[in-house]
């Protein structure tokens, strides 16, 4: 569905990618890597955010590194920012409006009001905030908004930046479990610093230092890496300890 091929980006005339090559199909497709390593740039350039200085990116076969950023989001890429990024003075259901009207389904009144009833499903803590301010939840609510608002739109594939960036164990767990059902039924591409976390539950995983990939594999093959271990998860942790039970 995403195809990226020599993929070089950065800002001001200094380079942070450097020669990205990936694809990204069903289930979820995860970029890990600390903080620096260019997993925000790389989400900036596939959203139309921010121009790429050479190579491809392709969905469903069509070239959009040229194209802007709200046309990009008409195809049917569906954002979720790091740290949220809401209308913090409007209501929860006007930020999930908001995402309705993006995307490349314009999704009509009575529909809309379906689509809220699956999120509330989704995300149940969010049905008695829907008339709040964004800015009075909680961090872990404010995130589910944002995934929320994307999922409106009815996107084909749903990219996340670092969705669990600030919150409480307990809630990236939580949000994890979220982001694992909708996977099965839309692509995800996710950026993560949570490796112990966020490896088990996906498809593909790539290791992203200093703006270009130095690993990539299957999450097992992912966990069975000694330097990934040493730096990422301690001396001390095993693949074993942290692969997911058989049949998850």
Same mark, same amino acid.
Request: glycine share 10%; no cysteine.
């Given at each position: 569905?995403?195809?990226?091929?020599?993929?070089?980006?950065?800002?001001?005339?200094?380079?942070?990618?450097?020669? =990205?090559?990936?694809?990204?199909?069903?289930?979820?497709?995860?970029?890990?890597?600390?903080?620096?390593?260019?997993?925000?740039?790389?989400?900036?350039?596939?959203? *139309?955010?921010?121009?790429?200085?050479?190579?491809?990116?392709?969905?469903?076969?069509?070239?959009?590194?040229?194209?802007?950023?709200?046309? =990009?989001?008409?195809?049917?890429?569906?954002?979720?920012?790091?740290?949220?990024?809401?209308?913090?003075?409007?209501?929860?259901?006007?930020?999930?409006? =908001?995402? %309705?009207?993006? *995307?490349?389904?314009? #999704?009509?009144?009575?529909?809309?009001?379906? @689509?809220?009833?699956?999120?509330?499903?989704?995300?149940? @803590?969010?049905?008695?905030?829907?008339?709040?301010?964004?800015?009075?939840?909680?961090?872990?609510?404010?995130?589910?908004?944002?995934?929320?608002?994307?999922?409106?739109?009815?996107?084909?594939?749903?990219?996340?930046?670092?969705?669990?960036?600030?919150?409480?164990?307990?809630? #990236?767990?939580?949000?994890?479990?979220?982001?694992?059902?909708?996977?099965?039924?839309?692509?995800?591409?996710?950026?993560?610093?949570? +490796? #112990?976390?966020?490896?088990? =539950? %996906?498809?593909?995983?790539?290791?992203?230092?200093?703006?270009?990939?130095?690993?990539?594999?299957?999450?097992?093959?992912?966990?069975?890496?000694?330097? +990934?271990?040493?730096?990422?998860?301690?001396?001390?942790?095993?693949?074993?300890?942290?692969?997911?039970?058989?049949? *998850?």
């Amino acid at each position: 569905m995403l195809e990226v091929e020599g993929l070089s980006a950065g800002y001001y005339g200094s380079t942070v990618l450097d020669g =990205i090559s990936f694809a990204s199909g069903p289930g979820i497709t995860l970029v890990i890597g600390p903080n620096g390593a260019g997993k925000s740039t790389l989400v900036r350039s596939l959203v *139309g955010s921010l121009r790429p200085v050479r190579g491809r990116i392709r969905f469903e076969g069509r070239s959009i590194e040229s194209l802007r950023a709200e046309r =990009i989001a008409e195809l049917g890429i569906g954002t979720v920012p790091e740290r949220a990024r809401l209308f913090g003075q409007l209501r929860v259901v006007d930020n999930l409006r =908001i995402g %309705a009207r993006l *995307g490349q389904h314009r #999704v009509a009144a009575a529909d809309f009001r379906a @689509d809220l009833d699956a999120m509330i499903a989704l995300f149940p @803590d969010l049905g008695p905030k829907l008339d709040q301010p964004a800015r009075l939840l909680s961090g872990g609510q404010q995130q589910m908004v944002a995934i929320a608002r994307a999922l409106v739109s009815h996107p084909k594939l749903l990219i996340m930046d670092e969705p669990t960036t600030g919150l409480y164990p307990t809630l #990236v767990k939580e949000l994890l479990v979220k982001v694992e059902q909708v996977a099965r039924d839309l692509p995800i591409l996710l950026t993560e610093q949570n +490796v #112990v976390q966020t490896v088990p =539950i %996906a498809r593909h995983v790539h290791v992203l230092e200093a703006g270009r990939f130095v690993h990539s594999g299957t999450p097992q093959e992912i966990l069975a890496d000694d330097r +990934v271990r040493r730096i990422y998860l301690g001396e001390e942790r095993t693949p074993s300890a942290l692969a997911p039970p058989p049949g *998850g």
